[in-house]
């Protein structure tokens, strides 16, 4: 079947994929993965591994016989999980409206650039490791300092971090900057706009119209249930039974716990460790500071599973050695120390390269029937229109497609940000 759209159709098709990318405010901070053809995407079933920045080892001396050792290098599963689509049913009646078709263009590329941001800053406000809990409410430059300073600390790269603070958090840090009378454009337009768009202490930051609220930690006094329980980074492990190898997730830890309340746990939550402090990535050490975790599920009865993973030297081997985080392994009966104490707006901070938005692809052909139109965004984003017409009562059905996915190569090369917290 020919397609047949009329003018209307065509320029509506037009403005959804003009206008589309430049509602991905959080899209254009990220990083675009767009290296498998379609081919190569099916046949992985939309899974597929990137391989992580590599972190090495040096030793003192000219004699380096006894420390030559295999390279372990890391890779990081990804997947294209999600589909949106926006369909549309119109009457004869309704279609006699030329400009009914263009509105719910606009309405389609609003709700599916919307879908696109959310499932972004959710990836990284509920994995994000990096937790800076703040007991005061939004003060401004301090604030964003305090973030600058716990990336910087454990060695993350200065360069292209990004910030979205909620609309309130946002206003208030736009409020503090309009009170500095040294700055003039910036000034101004906080003091008439609550405009952020700037840099503020490394950071480009943004007034993001989403928000998800983090509900207060209710897990109860928590400790670690048996000592050493870490991740020893490989390339691969192999399958009990089959005897096959795989590729290996080294981005968290499961640690067991005793909780007084287990059940109320939840994915978001934050915490530290007694005694397990962060160290820098490339030098290895100790920033003084606890290292700050995330919970990104619950895999069985009392285990957690945590961002980042418990890396440490102390293991011995020399994957442990290069890509160590921490100063040690929790002890047995250490405490959990839950952060997200009062229910907030979480504000998201990444370093662009280290968050991922993945087009996918899907096949619509219209020798089935459909009348469809294609195109694809600046941004690597496929857009599918398609039209079906139903004789049993005149009507026109549509619909707008887009499939995508997104990732955090690194949970400590991102964070959130809390605010009165108890």
Sequence with gaps: MPNQFT?????????????????????????????????QQARSSDRFWIPAPMISASFDGFDQTANFGDTTELAVPVSIGYHKSVPVKFSAKDL???????????AAKQKLSSDVNLALFNTVALQGSVFVKRT?????????????????????????RNLFLSPRVANAVAGDLAKRGTFTGEVQNAYERARLGIDIAGFDV????QSIRLAAASGGATTVNGANQRTVPKATVTQSGTGMSENQDNRYTDITITA????????????????????????????GQLQTFRVVGKPSANVIRVYPAIIDAAEGSR??????????????????????????DINPFFVKENLLLIPGTYAV???????????????????????????????????????????LLNSQMAGAMAFNQA
């Design 319 to 344: 994957a442990s050695v290069e890509y160590a985080n921490v100063t040690s392994a929790p002890a047995n009966s250490a405490a959990l120390t839950w952060l997200n104490t009062t229910t907030a």
């Design 96 to 106: 006699r409206v030329a400009s009914a078709l263009r509105r719910k263009g606009d």
């Design 365 to 407: 052909d219209p020798e089935d029937g459909w009348q469809v139109m294609r195109a694809t965004t600046d941004l690597g984003i496929g857009i599918t229109y398609t039209r079906q017409g139903e004789i049993n009562d005149l009507s026109v059905k549509g619909r707008w497609d887009i499939d995508f996915g997104t990732s």
């Design 206 to 209: 943004f007034k993001n119209d």
């Design 7 to 39: 003018k209307e159709e065509q320029v509506m098709f037009d403005d959804v994929v003009e206008g589309f990318d430049d509602l991905l405010v959080i899209g254009k901070s990220a990083e675009v993965y767009n290296e498998l053809t379609p081919e």
């Design 136 to 160: 005061v409410a939004p003060t401004g430059y301090d604030d964003v300092a305090l973030a600058d300073a716990a990336l910087t600390e454990i060695g993350v790269p200065l360069a292209n």
């Design 260 to 287: 007084a309340n287990y059940a109320n746990i939840k994915v978001g939550d934050a915490f530290t460790i007694a005694g397990v402090n962060s160290v820098h990535m490339i030098t290895k050490q100790d920033t």
